[in-house]
């Protein structure tokens, strides 16, 4: 089945160490995108990239980095520099960034203890 | 910038009833996109309903439909025959039809159904 994935559901890290999201997406999609929840603020974008080896920061990139080495992958990975890394993230893909429709994957919950 | 408001934090609706979830956004652009995504209990994002700004009429989906008023910057949502399986955050978005795609999100509305 074509869709998003993202591993693990739950994932948790202790403070100061680097942590990487994956997401993975078999749409053939160009344009993919990771955001950020957190109760009672709706959906922060951190990251999108339109095409591969290319990516733009978000709203809130402070403390994340990303790669787009390849079409269907785009990790997201959490430094010790985020402050508050604790958060619900979501990654989506669109056809391409034009496209006016968004696939979202179910979803990591990172904890940092 | 753009921003989206949604200034109901939660709603509650009896089963089979009709419930309107409210969203106003800010732009300067003439063109773009509004959206409806629900998010239930699993987290999963799912688009309910899409709106083109050039369009005056408005977008249905089955029991879901949009009451867009450009003028007033204005993109409520509409559940008729409200079920259970309703239940769930509700998010409005805005996306510019150029410049970055970037999606612009509201806070959110929480609806609960009633049995």
């Known amino acids: 089945d074509g869709g998003i994935t993202q591993s693990p559901k739950y994932l948790f890290r202790k403070e100061g160490q680097n942590v990487t999201l994956s997401c993975e997406q078999n749409?053939?999609?160009?344009?993919m995108y990771w955001y950020r929840q957190d109760p009672g603020q709706g959906l922060r974008l951190i990251y999108y990239?339109?095409?591969?080896?290319?990516?733009q920061k978000g709203d809130i990139a402070e403390g994340y980095s990303v790669s787009r080495e390849k079409k269907e992958s785009f990790p997201l990975t959490v430094t010790s520099a985020q402050k508050n890394p604790t958060a619900f993230y979501l990654c989506?893909?669109?056809?391409?960034?034009?496209?006016?429709?968004?696939?979202f994957g179910p979803g990591t919950r990172l904890t940092v203890l | 910038a753009q921003t989206v408001t949604q200034s109901q934090p939660e709603m509650s609706v009896q089963e089979a009833e009709t419930v309107t979830l409210s969203c106003t956004y800010d732009?300067?652009?003439?063109?773009?996109?509004l959206f409806w995504y629900k998010q239930p209990p699993s987290r999963q994002m799912i688009l309910v309903i899409r709106?083109?700004?050039?369009?005056?009429q408005n977008a249905t989906e089955n029991r879901f439909s949009v009451n867009f008023q450009k003028a007033a910057k204005s993109f409520s949502l509409k559940i008729s025959d409200s079920q259970l399986g309703d239940a769930a955050m509700y998010f409005c978005?805005?996306?510019?039809?150029?410049?970055?795609?970037?999606?612009?999100f509201g806070t959110g509305t929480r609806l609960k159904v009633l049995a």
């Open positions: 989506a893909s669109s056809r391409t960034a034009a496209y006016n429709e968004q696939f």
């Open positions: 749409l053939n999609h160009d344009a």
């Open positions: 732009t300067s652009e003439s063109d773009y996109y």
């Open positions: 709106q083109e700004a050039y369009k005056q």
């Open positions: 990239s339109q095409i591969v080896n290319d990516f």
């Open positions: 978005a805005y996306r510019a039809t150029s410049g970055t795609y970037k999606y612009i």
